[in-house]
């Protein structure tokens, strides 16, 4: 059962955007956008329809969480800056989520695997995990460096643009949303947190590059 009194909104935006509702009773809710580049004018609605469904409004939440990244920094700012605003009066705790921990979340293999996703320019985000523990923290790599890697297994939500010889890729065993939910429902309330939080940012932005 879980541990908070009041339900709790998670959002992630690593690919489209996901959010999950998890309720005091353990009964949950979720809900998808998958529009490219329409979070400005859907991800709110999205959240305001999520919680009406359960005849909710904002004042009833216990919390947030939140997946930080790493991914894509137009949508890693806009989940950051959604829930920092809706809880700017709410004062509620808001609580990080690795986004390639999310991913791994969505496999149910029992060894050591990597979870990835490409961050173009010949980058990759790249995290290694077994049966829920990061045994890697999220770094940003080169390709290069990554194929050198000793072959093993991995989960990408992107497309991988290089060729991983003798690497095997797992298969998606669940959804985003339920991936993010069981994420949640292992959240304890005194685990660290904040009232908002920041995107997880490996590498400078296109503008920072084009600068330096």
Known sequence: MPLFSKPILALDTAAGAN???????????????????????????????????????????????????????????????????????????????SSLAITARQTDAT???????????????????????????????????????????YISLSAIPVALLNWQALPFKCSREQALLDMVQQLKPDAKHAFWVEPMYLQLSQAEKNLS
């Not at 809900?31 to 859907?42: Q, Y």
């Not at 409004?57 to 890693?76: E, H, K, N, R």
């Not at 523990?133 to 297994?153: I, Q, R």
């Open 19 to 97: 959010a999950c509702l998890l309720l005091p009773d353990g009964t949950s809710a979720a809900a998808t956008m998958n529009t490219p580049r329409a979070h400005s004018r859907e991800l709110l609605p999205m959240l305001q329809g999520l919680l009406a469904g359960q005849g909710l409004s904002w004042q009833d939440m216990g919390g947030f969480a939140v997946g930080i990244g790493p991914g894509s920094f137009t949508g890693l700012r806009v989940a950051c800056a959604t829930i920092a605003g809706i809880n700017a009066s709410l004062k509620q705790p808001v609580y990080s989520l």
């Open 111 to 153: 060894q050591a695997f990597w979870a990835i996703e490409d961050a173009r320019s010949g980058l990759v985000y790249a995290a290694q995990y077994k049966q829920g523990y990061c045994l890697t923290a999220p770094t940003c790599l080169t390709w290069e460096t990554f194929s050198s890697f000793e072959p093993s297994y």
